[in-house]
């Protein structure tokens, strides 16, 4: 089971601009190698910003990371105002 707080910050708040847009790729289901192909980044890169994600959100996988999503009813992309 996993379980974990209503998170109570908004994410935009924890992560850097960079972690931010691969959390985006993450959730719209692109892989490690895509989101490589996509940013202009090494494969490793990519899988130590999600670690760093995970260990900033507190959360252990990228089905945690949308259930981090969801309840905090937080969407991914533009901040808003």
């Known amino acids: ?3 974990f707080p209503i998170p109570e910050i908004d994410w935009r708040d ?4 960079a972690e931010a847009a691969v959390a985006e790729d993450a959730l719209a289901g692109l892989d490690n190698t895509q989101i490589a192909l996509k940013r202009g980044a ?3 890169t990519v899988a130590n ?5 995970y260990r900033k959100l507190e959360v252990r996988s990228r089905l ?3 259930l ?3 309840a905090g009813r937080r969407t991914f ?3 808003p105002e």
Not at 14 to 17: E, M
Not at 49 to 53: E, H, K, N, P, T
């Open 77 to 79: 992309g533009k901040k």
């Open 42 to 44: 090494a494969v490793r």
């Open 14 to 17: 924890v992560l850097t601009p």
């Open 49 to 53: 910003q999600l670690a760093s994600i």
């Open 1 to 3: 089971m996993v379980s």
């Open 68 to 70: 981090y999503a969801l």
């Open 64 to 66: 945690e990371l949308s």
